[in-house]
């Protein structure tokens, strides 16, 4: 059998994973703060085992590494208090449900039934002394270091802070995606308060993703599949043409 169907199934099996890649990415346009993701590809080339003098005239492709687009997304306005984005870099932490810290820039804030200032898909957002919990009846407040301040509806007119929101900045390269589309950081310990990170109210953060761009790299990643099936297709029938002439010898 040509060995020419392995380089080229390798070849195939990758363009794959990079299409699901942007189609993901497709799927995402409209999320809140999501950040692109890339698959990068290299050649690896196959060299001759023992004491062949084969030419190394193959190559294998592999999945080099998965590469997120950290650049900023456009903002729009809500005019909703709990809706808040981040300003230039920086991230927003959060608590998962295994008790470790990740970070996200999805800003789009709600209350529990209890009061506890979380995200949309119910984790709790890190404050400065634990989770922020907001009373009933109070009108809420986030300032643009991260500062919750209430202020009763009903009674005494009177400013109660109570708490603070964890901004962080970490290293781009300290970060990694998790399967739930978080950031955390590679050794898994949690990152420090960032002073200088600060957010917007009224405002969410849009994902980053370019539709056009990634539409045009699905088309090109379904022709370089296309080639890719050609050559399998090739291999197989020189295959079958070598094995007719060695019958017939």
């Known amino acids: 059998m040509d060995r020419l169907i392995y380089t080229a199934m390798s070849g195939a099996s990758q363009i794959l994973g990079r299409q699901a890649a942007v189609a993901n990415n497709l799927a995402n346009v409209n999320t809140t703060g999501y950040r692109s993701e890339e698959h990068r590809l290299r050649a690896v080339q196959v060299n001759a085992q023992g004491n062949s003098r084969a030419l190394p005239t193959r190559a294998f492709v592999v999945d080099a590494s998965t590469h997120s687009d950290l650049s900023q997304g456009p903002a729009t306005f809500t005019g909703r208090t709990l809706d808040v984005t981040v300003q230039g870099p920086g991230w927003i932490a959060v608590t998962k449900p295994d008790g470790s810290e990740a970070y996200t820039r999805n800003g789009n804030l709600e209350l529990s039934v209890n009061g506890v200032l979380q995200t949309r898909s119910g984790l709790p957002v890190q404050g400065d002394g634990g989770p922020i919990t907001v009373p009933p009846d109070s009108k809420t407040t986030i300032g643009s270091d991260g500062t919750i301040s209430v202020i009763p509806e009903?009674?005494?007119?009177?400013?109660?802070?109570?708490?603070?929101?964890?901004?962080?900045?970490?290293?781009?390269?300290?970060l990694v995606r998790g399967e739930d589309g978080l950031f955390h950081l590679k050794d898994g310990t949690a990152a420090p308060l960032d002073e200088k990170t600060t957010v917007a109210s009224g405002y969410l953060e849009g994902s980053n993703v370019d539709p056009v761009e990634q539409m045009v790299s699905m088309i090109s990643l379904g022709r370089q599949f296309e080639m890719q099936m050609k050559m399998l297709s090739s291999a197989s029938e020189n295959d079958k043409a070598a094995t007719q002439i060695i019958t017939q010898l």
């Not at 005494?156 to 290293?171: E, M, Y």
């Open 154 to 174: 009903t009674g005494a007119q009177t400013v109660s802070t109570l708490g603070r929101i964890k901004l962080v900045n970490p290293p781009e390269a300290d």
